[in-house]
Protein backbone atom coordinates (compact mmCIF):
# COMPACT_ATOMS: atom_id res chain seq x y z
CA UNK A 1 0.00 0.00 0.00
CA UNK A 2 3.25 2.42 0.75
CA UNK A 3 4.11 1.98 -3.28
CA UNK A 4 0.88 2.69 -4.06
CA UNK A 5 0.49 6.20 -1.97
CA UNK A 6 4.20 7.11 -2.81
CA UNK A 7 3.45 5.97 -6.35
CA UNK A 8 0.14 8.46 -6.33
CA UNK A 9 2.26 11.65 -4.63
CA UNK A 10 4.66 11.29 -7.74
CA UNK A 11 2.23 10.93 -10.25
CA UNK A 12 -0.17 13.82 -8.19
CA UNK A 13 3.13 16.37 -8.20
CA UNK A 14 3.63 15.59 -12.01
CA UNK A 15 0.18 16.35 -12.60
CA UNK A 16 0.76 19.66 -10.50
CA UNK A 17 4.21 20.19 -12.34
CA UNK A 18 1.71 19.65 -15.79
CA UNK A 19 -0.70 21.86 -13.92
CA UNK A 20 1.15 24.70 -13.62
CA UNK A 21 2.89 24.74 -16.70
CA UNK A 22 -0.41 24.89 -18.72
CA UNK A 23 -1.18 27.76 -16.04
CA UNK A 24 1.55 29.85 -17.41
CA UNK A 25 0.98 28.81 -21.18
CA UNK A 26 -2.55 30.29 -20.48
CA UNK A 27 -1.61 33.16 -18.78
CA UNK A 28 1.15 34.10 -21.87
CA UNK A 29 -1.26 33.38 -24.22
CA UNK A 30 -4.19 35.20 -22.21
CA UNK A 31 -1.52 38.57 -22.30
CA UNK A 32 -0.66 38.19 -26.02
CA UNK A 33 -4.25 37.87 -27.21
CA UNK A 34 -4.61 41.30 -24.52
CA UNK A 35 -1.45 43.23 -26.78
CA UNK A 36 -3.06 41.57 -30.22
CA UNK A 37 -6.86 43.61 -29.11
CA UNK A 38 -5.06 46.51 -28.78
CA UNK A 39 -3.06 46.19 -31.72
CA UNK A 40 -6.20 46.24 -34.00
CA UNK A 41 -7.75 48.35 -32.03
CA UNK A 42 -5.50 50.89 -33.05
CA UNK A 43 -4.80 49.22 -37.02
CA UNK A 44 -8.77 49.75 -37.07
CA UNK A 45 -8.28 53.31 -36.29
CA UNK A 46 -5.08 53.91 -38.20
CA UNK A 47 -6.98 52.23 -41.36
CA UNK A 48 -10.12 54.31 -40.80
CA UNK A 49 -7.31 57.70 -40.72
CA UNK A 50 -5.90 56.46 -43.85
CA UNK A 51 -9.73 56.25 -45.06
CA UNK A 52 -10.87 59.49 -44.53
CA UNK A 53 -7.02 60.84 -45.93
CA UNK A 54 -7.67 58.45 -48.92
CA UNK A 55 -11.65 59.84 -49.89
CA UNK A 56 -10.23 63.77 -49.13
CA UNK A 57 -7.28 63.13 -51.86
CA UNK A 58 -9.67 61.53 -54.04
CA UNK A 59 -12.04 63.91 -53.73
CA UNK A 60 -9.64 66.76 -55.18
CA UNK A 61 -8.18 63.96 -57.81
CA UNK A 62 -11.62 63.05 -58.84
CA UNK A 63 -13.06 67.10 -59.45
CA UNK A 64 -9.90 67.76 -61.63
CA UNK A 65 -10.09 64.49 -63.87
CA UNK A 66 -13.91 64.83 -64.08
CA UNK A 67 -13.16 68.94 -65.56
CA UNK A 68 -10.73 67.86 -67.86
CA UNK A 69 -12.26 64.99 -69.45
CA UNK A 70 -15.88 66.27 -69.47
CA UNK A 71 -13.97 69.55 -71.25
CA UNK A 72 -12.12 67.43 -74.24
CA UNK A 73 -15.61 65.17 -74.45
CA UNK A 74 -18.01 67.86 -74.67
CA UNK A 75 -16.09 69.85 -76.99
CA UNK A 76 -17.22 67.31 -79.84
CA UNK A 77 -20.27 65.88 -78.10
CA UNK A 78 -22.12 68.54 -75.70
CA UNK A 79 -24.88 65.72 -74.51
CA UNK A 80 -22.14 63.70 -73.25
CA UNK A 81 -20.46 62.98 -70.02
CA UNK A 82 -17.96 61.58 -68.15
CA UNK A 83 -17.62 61.00 -64.27
CA UNK A 84 -14.92 59.37 -62.28
CA UNK A 85 -16.10 58.24 -58.82
CA UNK A 86 -14.48 56.32 -55.86
CA UNK A 87 -16.43 53.46 -54.59
CA UNK A 88 -15.57 51.30 -51.53
CA UNK A 89 -15.57 47.73 -51.67
CA UNK A 90 -14.34 45.52 -49.05
CA UNK A 91 -12.18 48.27 -47.06
CA UNK A 92 -10.64 49.10 -50.52
CA UNK A 93 -11.28 52.52 -52.64
CA UNK A 94 -12.15 51.32 -56.50
CA UNK A 95 -12.16 53.79 -59.21
CA UNK A 96 -15.45 53.67 -61.11
CA UNK A 97 -15.38 55.45 -64.88
CA UNK A 98 -19.19 55.86 -65.99
CA UNK A 99 -19.99 57.89 -68.98
CA UNK A 100 -23.99 59.45 -69.76
CA UNK A 101 -25.58 60.61 -73.37
CA UNK A 102 -28.19 63.18 -71.69
CA UNK A 103 -27.62 62.49 -67.81
CA UNK A 104 -28.57 58.30 -68.88
CA UNK A 105 -25.76 55.80 -68.59
CA UNK A 106 -24.76 54.48 -71.63
CA UNK A 107 -21.74 51.61 -72.06
CA UNK A 108 -19.18 53.55 -74.20
CA UNK A 109 -18.20 50.99 -76.07
CA UNK A 110 -21.79 50.31 -77.12
CA UNK A 111 -21.78 53.41 -77.84
CA UNK A 112 -20.31 56.34 -80.41
CA UNK A 113 -16.35 55.39 -80.83
CA UNK A 114 -15.59 59.22 -81.00
CA UNK A 115 -16.49 60.01 -77.36
CA UNK A 116 -14.54 57.23 -75.74
CA UNK A 117 -11.57 58.45 -77.94
CA UNK A 118 -12.04 62.06 -76.88
CA UNK A 119 -12.83 60.58 -72.92
CA UNK A 120 -9.33 58.59 -73.25
CA UNK A 121 -7.86 61.32 -74.69
CA UNK A 122 -9.01 63.56 -71.60
CA UNK A 123 -7.92 61.43 -69.63
CA UNK A 124 -4.17 61.18 -71.03
CA UNK A 125 -4.21 64.70 -69.86
CA UNK A 126 -6.02 64.59 -66.58
CA UNK A 127 -3.37 61.77 -65.46
CA UNK A 128 -0.57 64.17 -66.90
CA UNK A 129 -1.76 67.20 -64.78
CA UNK A 130 -1.68 65.22 -61.62
CA UNK A 131 2.03 64.23 -62.30
CA UNK A 132 4.92 65.65 -61.85
CA UNK A 133 6.91 65.12 -65.66
CA UNK A 134 7.90 67.07 -68.24
CA UNK A 135 5.15 69.61 -69.89
CA UNK A 136 5.12 67.29 -73.07
CA UNK A 137 2.60 64.73 -74.23
CA UNK A 138 3.21 62.18 -76.95
CA UNK A 139 0.08 61.21 -78.66
CA UNK A 140 -0.04 58.60 -81.76
CA UNK A 141 -3.47 59.24 -84.31
CA UNK A 142 -5.59 60.94 -81.32
CA UNK A 143 -9.11 61.83 -82.28
CA UNK A 144 -8.79 59.49 -85.04
CA UNK A 145 -12.32 57.14 -84.24
CA UNK A 146 -14.18 60.80 -84.18
CA UNK A 147 -16.49 61.68 -86.61
CA UNK A 148 -14.41 63.96 -89.79
CA UNK A 149 -17.78 66.72 -89.09
CA UNK A 150 -15.92 66.76 -85.38
CA UNK A 151 -12.67 66.36 -85.69
CA UNK A 152 -12.12 69.88 -86.26
CA UNK A 153 -13.57 71.46 -82.89
CA UNK A 154 -12.11 68.46 -80.56
CA UNK A 155 -8.53 69.37 -82.22
CA UNK A 156 -9.42 73.23 -81.18
CA UNK A 157 -10.29 71.64 -77.86
CA UNK A 158 -7.18 69.84 -77.50
CA UNK A 159 -5.49 72.92 -78.22
CA UNK A 160 -7.19 75.40 -75.41
CA UNK A 161 -6.39 72.66 -73.10
CA UNK A 162 -2.88 72.41 -74.03
CA UNK A 163 -2.75 76.08 -73.11
CA UNK A 164 -4.56 75.94 -69.80
CA UNK A 165 -2.19 73.31 -68.88
CA UNK A 166 0.89 74.36 -70.40
CA UNK A 167 1.65 71.49 -71.87
CA UNK A 168 3.19 71.28 -75.30
CA UNK A 169 1.36 67.91 -77.32
CA UNK A 170 3.32 66.23 -80.25
CA UNK A 171 1.03 64.20 -82.52
CA UNK A 172 1.56 61.74 -85.00
CA UNK A 173 -1.69 62.12 -87.11
CA UNK A 174 -2.93 61.55 -91.03
CA UNK A 175 -5.83 63.68 -90.28
CA UNK A 176 -5.90 67.09 -92.50
CA UNK A 177 -8.74 68.18 -89.62
CA UNK A 178 -5.92 67.72 -86.59
CA UNK A 179 -3.14 69.23 -88.95
CA UNK A 180 -4.91 72.45 -89.83
CA UNK A 181 -5.22 73.45 -85.68
CA UNK A 182 -1.31 72.37 -84.95
CA UNK A 183 0.86 75.67 -84.37
CA UNK A 184 3.81 73.36 -86.34
CA UNK A 185 3.57 70.77 -88.74
CA UNK A 186 6.55 68.56 -89.37
CA UNK A 187 5.81 66.46 -92.30
CA UNK A 188 7.55 63.00 -92.33
CA UNK A 189 7.71 61.01 -95.49
CA UNK A 190 8.83 56.72 -95.47
CA UNK A 191 11.73 56.31 -98.01
CA UNK A 192 12.27 52.72 -98.40
CA UNK A 193 13.39 50.95 -94.78
CA UNK A 194 13.95 54.85 -93.47
CA UNK A 195 11.46 57.78 -92.31
CA UNK A 196 12.74 61.48 -93.31
CA UNK A 197 11.50 65.13 -92.45
CA UNK A 198 10.29 66.69 -95.69
Known amino acids: MAVRID ?20 AECERRISLNKERQKYLIEAQKIIQDVAVSTQSSIVFRINEIVNRVIQGGFPEYSFELAYEVHRNK ?26 ATTGLRFALWSLSNTANIIILDEALKFVSADLRGRAAEILAEICHSLN ?26 KYSSVM
Open 7 to 26: QFEKELNQKRGEFEHIKKNL
Open 167 to 192: VQVIMSTHLEEVIDKADTVIKVKKKG
Open 93 to 118: SEAVMKFYCLDEPIEPTEDSGGVLDL
